[in-house]
């Protein structure tokens, strides 16, 4: 055993054994383990005093202190229980640079708030440490510098990633970018353009019987990209990701309305056997969504042996070959002909809107034109059931389930995108980015009353078609398929759901609304139990910080979150912390213990 001995750097050798080097020598192995613990490095604060031999940043033996005056700075557990084990026997003082403390335990928060009311310890909020000096810690508040004595402090305020020594073993992190970006463009840009020769609908007459170079380019530069980002350039595989889908989303616009370079010869090029490419389409999407549906049926219910999760994953598969393929593409059309749904397949107008059955599951304004286009009015008596009842009841009892339990564009980013789930962003910044599918949802809602009453109201009629042709643009193909399902492998997959889907925005509204008023039977509970593993957090697809919440034993809803009922955190918890409620959640009052006797 070797202690007070730093390892600075490991080196694999050719005979692949590893060289070890401390501050006090060279070691040679065959195996080494890293036990650094979860996060590596004590974090300190970078100001004057801080490695005075009175300064600690961690707590050993606390009974060793007596009498003394004590600074603890901090506000996480390991602060707050320094704290109260020391306040026992000395006058200690914990500086905390929040307003409260939001990453505590509940039970230390109850605790820690009971000593301040007993005068056991003195919290000063909104502090920071500016210098520790030979007997006086300065302490900047909002009222200006406090001078404090103190005989010793304890700095608990987290850990540092060792990121630089774990890169200098070759170990990649999660969701790190490396590579270049310049090469990522080049080589994708290059591909577009030599798929443009290739098509042969140039109008340049020197590039007129090329198509086999243009082919012959594309494909090199695709092996580019590939072989780059094999090579660790994590940008070559983005630009990969959007020629993927740029390509399927482009070119499935239609004949002659095709995105560059696809324009005049795409949509035929991917039309097989006498069927669209739309169809092609629907297929590859629902190959795709059963293939990652049943991997991660695997991963996160056969082997969790959770089987909330197998049914969730069941009903997403079986919701997109029933009513996203089966239905719109063949059982329509049998319908029609066999007069399955009487008198109405006579109708040249219901006849004719196989495309509109999409509506049977799709909700307005995900599928935003159930309101307009000429539709027969059991598309708008339905369109309006599903949207305005149907949906808001079952958002009563489940919340935002319905991304996670039916709809087709959820059903790709948890089976597609599961893969990348931890790769969701988190934070405050990813908060207010959510804020977007407000914006969508209010440019639907007003796009839907112009066209719907353009032809009563003649000042709309223009600027109602440029705002739905922009709308189809926009939302349809750049929000919905080309930018999120790109991002996947980077933001996660929920990207369209999370930042622009004014469906899931408006389902919040309405879970949001019943939660505030009692009435919602969907939330997240937790216990006392939570060790602060961080799973559930990671693997949230929508960057909650489901552990704050779990930590706290605070109730999580879509009052103080975008949460969505995929449940994989519940799944997730080694120590069983998470559940789901089904009920309403009574409020907690706490009785004062002069009333309670009486």
Known sequence: ???????????????????????????????????????????????????????????????????????????????????????????????????????????????????????????????????????????????????????????????????????????????????????????????????????????????????????????????????????????????????????????????????????????????????????????????????????????????????????????????????????????????IQYQWVGSIARDPVFANQAWRSYGIVYAWPLFFYTFFGSPHQIWIIWGVLLSFVVLPILVLFHGKRYCTWICGCGGLAETLGDRWRQNAPKGRTALRWEQMNLWVLVAASVITVMMVTRDIVDIFRAPAGQALEWYRLIADVWLVGILPVTLYPFFGGKVWCRYWCPLAKMMNIFSTFYTRFKFSRFAILSNEKCIGCEECTRNCQVGIDVMNFALKQQVLDNANSSCIGCGICVTVCPMDVLSFSSEAQPKLVQIEASKAAR
Not at 234 to 252: D, E, H, P, V
Request: with cysteine; hydrophobic share 45%; glycine share 12%.
């Open 1 to 335: 055993m070797h202690t007070e001995e730093g390892v600075t750097g490991i080196a694999r050798q050719e005979d692949q054994h590893f060289e070890v080097t401390t501050a006090k020598g060279v070691y040679h192995t065959r195996r080494v383990i890293l036990a650094t613990g979860q996060r590596g490095n004590p974090r300190k604060l970078g100001v004057p005093g801080q490695d005075r031999e009175k300064v600690y940043h961690r707590l050993y033996s606390p009974g060793h202190y007596h009498g003394e005056n004590i600074v603890v700075v901090g506000g996480g557990n390991s602060a707050i229980e320094a704290a109260l084990t020391l306040c026992e026997k000395n006058h200690v003082t914990l500086s905390y640079r929040g307003a409260e403390f939001s990453r505590a335990f509940r039970d230390n928060e109850r605790k820690i708030q009971a000593a301040m009311a007993a005068g056991k310890v003195q919290v000063i909020f909104h502090s920071r440490v500016q210098a520790f000096g030979e007997t006086t810690c300065a302490l900047e508040t909002g009222s200006g510098t406090v001078e404090l004595p103190y005989d010793h402090a304890f700095v608990l305020v987290g850990a540092e990633v060792p990121t630089a020594f774990l890169k200098s073993l070759g170990i990649q992190l999660e969701n790190e970018w490396n590579g270049s970006g310049w090469v990522a463009a080049a080589l994708t840009f290059l591909t577009f353009v030599s798929l443009w020769v290739f098509g042969g609908h140039t109008n340049a007459a020197s590039l007129d019987g090329l198509q086999w170079a243009g082919g012959a380019g594309a494909l090199a530069a695709m092996a580019g990209l590939i072989f780059s980002g094999a090579r660790g350039n994590r940008y070559a595989w983005l630009g990969f990701s959007f020629l993927i889908c740029y390509t399927i989303y482009g070119a499935k616009m239609g004949e002659n309305f095709e995105f560059w370079p696809y324009r005049g010869w795409g949509y035929k090029f991917f039309s097989f056997f006498q069927r669209p490419m739309s169809f092609w389409y629907t297929v590859a999407y629902s190959v795709v969504m059963t293939l990652f549906g049943i991997k991660a049926m695997k991963k996160w219910g056969f082997d969790k042996k959770d089987r909330f999760q197998i049914w969730r994953y069941t009903s997403l598969l079986t919701f997109q070959w029933v009513f996203f393929f089966i239905v719109p593409e063949f059982l329509f059309q049998y319908a």
